[in-house]
């Protein structure tokens, strides 16, 4: 099972990406632990995750959250600014296995 964390600034944009994510990992018979989150705290939780999904809306802070993951081990992605759109849930799922398959690159 993979540990995904969505994060963005206040939890509540997150909570629905994250909400939309185990649907479709559900959907494709894909085993996924998805939570979401604000970046309040994330240096306490980075160790319980395997993948850190970033919201648009943080792209200015990606490379401080980067060092973070990579000091952790964890593979982290940004998320597209078309995220939140229609199959914005099967994107966020496919960067998930890409980060993954790949958790040394950064998308």
């Known amino acids: 099972m993979h540990r995904v964390l969505v994060v963005c600034g ?18 494709r018979d ?16 980075i160790g319980e995750i395997d993948v850190l999904l970033v919201g648009p809306h943080l792209a200015a ?3 401080e959250l980067s060092q973070l993951a ?4 964890v593979a982290i992605a940004l998320l597209p600014d078309t995220i939140f759109g229609a199959s914005g849930e099967e994107t966020a799922l496919d960067l998930v296995l890409r980060s993954v398959a ?5 998308s």
């Open 10 to 27: 206040a939890g509540a944009s997150s909570t629905f990406l994250a909400h939309r994510i185990r649907a479709a990992a559900h959907g």
């Open 30 to 45: 894909i085993d996924v632990s998805v939570s979401a989150s604000s970046t309040e705290g994330l240096d306490e939780r």
């Open 61 to 63: 802070q990606f490379d």
């Open 70 to 73: 990579d000091a952790a081990g």
């Open 102 to 106: 790949h958790p040394t690159s950064s």
